[in-house]
């Protein structure tokens, strides 16, 4: 169990640029979440994907917004026209299950997003 | 809808003094609850869950955690509070299909 692992841990870019982020899960866990943390709040989901479909979207994530999982194992989330609003931790999670079963999510450290 | 309430934004304790941080939870099923510890700058790492069965539930570092389901909470506990406890801790609801909700934190000092 080598962990959820975020790459990179930190960007700074303009606003109006597009940056993507990366996220490899734990291997065997089939399911992978991404959440937005701004400072002195709790993660806010965004996606969230079992093997390679995303099942769910929040409504936080608007159309700048797409992730994709495209063999069902590493993820990537891309903001395309970044705006100031978007500066944020982004967290990837990973978790085991099937259908309306709950486990634990395993979290990785985060990309921190900061648009000058 | 569902949702999570730590009343408490910051809490100060004296190292070895015991703890409870509270949550308290708005969901129409029974819930998966979860506690999580989160230090600067990196992820959240999973203290306790609470699925069914027993309602007082034990996780790692000496962390306990109730389930009230009268109250809809589901507070945390330790009895002896370590210096190395310093962090924000979020407890989270669990609905159907795994998607989480998060609360907004408590921020934890501890005092020599």
């Known amino acids: 169990d080598t962990g959820v692992s975020q790459n990179p841990r930190h960007k700074i870019t303009k606003r109006g640029q597009n940056v993507t982020f990366r996220c490899d899960p734990i291997?065997?866990?089939?399911?992978l979440y991404w959440y937005r943390q701004t400072l002195g709040q709790g993660p806010e989901f965004l996606t969230y994907?079992?093997?390679?479909?995303?099942?769910?979207k929040s409504r936080l994530l608007s159309d700048r917004f797409s992730a994709e999982r495209p063999k069902g194992s590493f993820s990537t989330l891309e903001i395309q026209r970044t705006e100031q609003g978007d500066s944020a931790m982004y967290l990837c999670?990973?978790?085991?299950?099937?259908?309306?079963?709950?486990?634990?999510?395993?979290f990785g450290d985060g990309t921190r997003l900061s648009i000058l | 809808a569902q949702s999570v309430t730590q009343p408490d934004i910051h809490i100060t304790v004296s190292e070895g003094a015991s703890l409870e941080l509270r949550c308290n939870y708005s969901?129409?099923?029974?819930?998966?609850l979860f506690w999580y510890v989160q230090s600067p700058g990196q992820g959240l790492q999973l203290l306790l869950k609470?699925?069914?069965?027993?309602?007082l539930v034990q996780g790692i570092k000496g962390f306990e955690a109730e389930f009230k389901r009268s109250q809809s909470s589901f507070n945390l506990r330790k009895p002896s509070v370590h210096w190395s406890d310093a962090a924000e801790y979020f407890c989270?609801?669990?609905?159907?299909?795994?998607?989480?909700?998060f609360g907004t934190g408590t921020s934890l000092t501890v005092i020599p």
């Open positions: 999670a990973s978790s085991t299950g099937q259908g309306a079963t709950n486990q634990p999510q395993h």
């Open positions: 291997s065997e866990h089939n399911r």
């Open positions: 994907f079992q093997n390679e479909a995303q099942l769910e």
């Open positions: 969901y129409g099923a029974t819930p998966y």
């Open positions: 609470y699925f069914s069965g027993d309602t």
């Open positions: 989270a609801v669990g609905t159907y299909g795994n998607q989480f909700y």
